[in-house]
């Protein structure tokens, strides 16, 4: 059973930095891309950043640019989300999300396993 597990989410004021954790079972990271999305109160999930299989390529949304950095140790079995420079409209639910398939991807709909995850607000 896949099971994609989410952690390090919490209060942080503006201007704060964060690491989320995904941590994965039931799957061999390393054939796996993988993502991180997010949703706030209200609005609909959102791209925030995938890495590829090989962890050479990696993309991110517009507003997170040069603010966030995605990584992953497949030894682990482990995806991280380093946040940094964090802002209020950061606050959102993140998910971590797997896909099979072979090149990063910001789509949704390729993701097949996400955890439940983990709640992050930016507040002062």
């Known amino acids: 059973q896949v099971q994609l597990i989410e952690s390090g989410g919490g209060l942080v004021q503006p201007g704060g930095s964060l690491r989320l954790s995904c941590a994965a079972s039931?799957?061999?990271?390393?054939?796996?891309?993988m993502g991180w999305f997010r949703q706030a109160q209200g609005k609909e999930r959102e791209f925030v950043a995938t890495?590829?299989?090989?962890?050479?390529?990696?993309y991110y949304g517009d507003s997170m640019k040069g603010r966030f950095t995605i990584s992953r140790d497949d030894a682990k079995n482990t995806v991280y989300l380093q946040m940094n420079s964090l802002k209020p409209e950061d606050t959102a639910v993140y998910y971590c999300?797997?896909?099979?398939?072979?090149?990063?991807?910001?789509?949704?709909?390729?993701?097949?396993?996400w955890g439940q995850g983990t709640q992050v607000t930016v507040s002062s």
């Open positions: 999300a797997a896909s099979t398939l072979f090149f990063a991807t910001y789509r949704l709909s390729a993701y097949t396993n």
């Open positions: 039931g799957l061999t990271l390393s054939t796996y891309t």
């Open positions: 890495i590829s299989r090989s962890g050479g390529s990696t």
